[in-house]
Structure formats: C-alpha cells, structure tokens
C-alpha cells in the first residue's frame, strides 16, 4: 500500500511540477551551537567525506525558521565543515514544494530534510532512495496516507521524522482550564492542511468530551482568513488554532479581527500564540528541528536505516501566555504558566 501512494503521489507531484517556478533563496547556515562535538568533527573531517544536505521549507515563520535552524545547528556541530545545505522555501506553495524536491534529486543530495507536511508529501514523491528526515510534521500516517491499522511508528520507508505534535488531551485541559465558563469554542484551521485537520478532529473529540460545543471555521487559504474569522466571532466564546502554517503566517490578520471583538485565542504553539493569541501547550520547535538533525548525522555519519527510526516526538511542553493579551481581554493564568517575551 505504502507503494503504491508513493508511486501515485509521484505522478501527481511531478505534474505539478512543471507548472511551478522555484520561488526559494538560499538561507545562512548559521551555528548557535557550543564544541561539544569537536571529536565527531575532527573524525569526520580527517576522513574527508562530506555531504550536501537539501532542506526544503514550506513557508517562513517562526516556528518553522526555528525547527531550521536547530537542524542545521545540531548538524554543524557534529559535521563542523564537512556538511554543507542547500536551502529552500517554497513561500506556502505545494507545487513549489515538488519543483524543489526534483532538484535535489536531480543534483544528487545526500539527504533532505522536510520542514512541515507538504515538503515531506513532495520529497516523498520524488524519491524513495535518498534518506528524508521530516520535521513539523504532526503526523507521519496521515502525511503519508499510511492506515492507521498498520503504522507501527515507522514508515518502513525512506523516512523518518520529529513530530511536532503537542498532547492534544492537554491543550483541551488547559483551554478548560482557562475558559470552564465557556460554551462554544471556534476551531479555526487550514483545510488544505492535513495536519490541522488531523489535530481539529482529536481536538473537537477532546472539547466535547469536555463539555464545550465546537463550530469548525475552516479557510482555504489566507485569502479566506480575514472573512472566516469575522463569522467567527459572533458566535463563539473562544477560538483555538492548532499548529498550522497558514495561521501561523497571518496572526496579524488574525488578531486584527478577533483581539477588538474581545475572542481569546488559545493555540497549539508559541509563535502562532505570540502573534494573536491569549496562552498555549508548546513544544520547542528549536528544540525539535535539533533533534532531528541529530537523526540525519546517525543517517550520515553512522549509516543508521532510516526505514527503521521510530517516528520521535518533543521532549518538553511547557504552558505558556502572552501577558499583555490575557490582562486586555480579561483572562486569568493560574500558576505554572509562562510568559511569552513580548
């Protein structure tokens, strides 16, 4: 079954392909990280092997430019000189997204790393050779349309990943935690993302189960947002957004409509929460995108089979508010929270 999805996505992706033009530039490859690799450095250094490592990025924003930036981070410390990127961004296009894809293929890199789902479904498309490491990505089965009877935590494929999804039972905690007088709460996503449409449904089991009754505000792309929130809030006591792209790139737009209607926004991550909303469950997407750029250097380095890395996940969640938001429209946070830098 795995097979056959990749053959057909790669029929589809590639059609796609030729209809898109690379609006992507290359991004520095800087090194936040301190020396405590410099033995790994020096051995494969003495070695002379190098490798070229392709990212391809869906959009620019927060949480993606961090999970980027820990990827490169994490293998520049451990490769120093002998890794070089070939960075990409597709700037929200799905077809951009193969175009690039069939680049670094076509040049030969020895591994690419997806940032976010498109990126994964296009690369996936357009090899099942070179290793792909994905990260923002909330689920791989959905992703990769992989039956959910069968997903083991590995793709048996040539890809592995980090998961970027927060516990979704706990976001519903927190968002009763914070609005237990509430009734109808607004989910508010993406429809051409699967991963949000993953999240709002578990989200909309979890909320009902909590009492509240959930309206889906579904846009179809960031045209959409402005007028899909409007409708928005005269209907409902609260909104929630996962962690998805296309929100995360118009929380200006966002706020601008729901922050004067007087809608608390509670979020599935830290960037989209700094933009428009009022608090948040959130993973380190720094943290995240580190982590799987420790994968890539057991892929590289130590020929670790990518086929047979578990799936990983976030290690920390933290509970997290933006102050001056929560004081504006009235809301409390309890102990334990953490403010957001504003």
Request: glycine share 8%.
């Amino acid at each position: 079954m795995k097979k056959n999805f990749m053959t057909t996505l790669l029929a589809s992706v590639s059609s796609l392909a030729l209809l898109a033009g690379c609006g992507s530039a290359p991004a520095d490859g800087g090194n936040n990280g301190g020396n405590t690799s410099n033995a790994n450095t020096q051995e494969v250094s003495a070695s002379g092997q190098t490798y070229t490592v392709g990212i391809c990025q869906l959009v620019q924003h927060e949480a993606l430019d961090a999970a980027t930036q820990g990827f490169k981070d994490a293998l520049t410390e451990k490769l120093g000189d002998s890794v070089k990127f070939d960075e990409q961004n597709a700037s929200g296009d799905s077809a951009t997204c193969a175009t690039i894809a069939n680049q670094f293929v076509s040049s030969g890199v020895d591994l690419i790393m997806a940032n976010a789902t498109p990126p994964l479904q296009s690369c996936a498309a357009a090899t099942n050779e070179i290793p792909i490491l994905g990260t923002s990505v909330t689920d791989y089965a959905t992703a990769l349309q992989i039956d959910v009877n069968d997903w083991t935590g590995k793709t048996g494929a040539n890809i592995s990943g980090t998961s970027d999804l927060a516990p979704l039972a706990e976001q519903a905690a927190l968002l009763k935690e914070l609005f237990p007088d509430a009734e109808t709460v607004g989910l508010l996503y993406c429809s051409a993302e699967p991963n949000s449409v993953y999240q709002v449904r578990v989200m909309t089991e979890e909320l009902t189960n909590l009492g509240y009754v959930c309206e889906d505000y579904a846009f179809a792309d960031s045209n959409d947002i402005a007028s899909v929130c409007t409708n928005a809030t005269g209907k409902v006591d609260v909104l929630y957004i996962p962690t998805d792209n296309a929100a995360a790139s118009a929380t200006e737009v966002i706020n601008n409509v729901c922050f004067p209607a007087g809608i608390p926004i509670v979020t599935g991550e830290e960037g989209i929460c700094s933009g428009c909303g009022v608090a948040t469950l959130s993973i380190s997407y720094y943290d995240l995108g580190y982590q799987t750029g420790l994968m890539a250097y057991e892929v590289l380095a130590n020929g670790a089979d990518v086929s047979d890395m578990e799936i990983k996940f976030a290690p920390n969640v933290t509970k997290k508010y933006v102050a001056s938001r929560c004081e504006a429209l009235g809301v409390t946070i309890p102990e334990g929270y953490e403010a957001i830098a504003e």
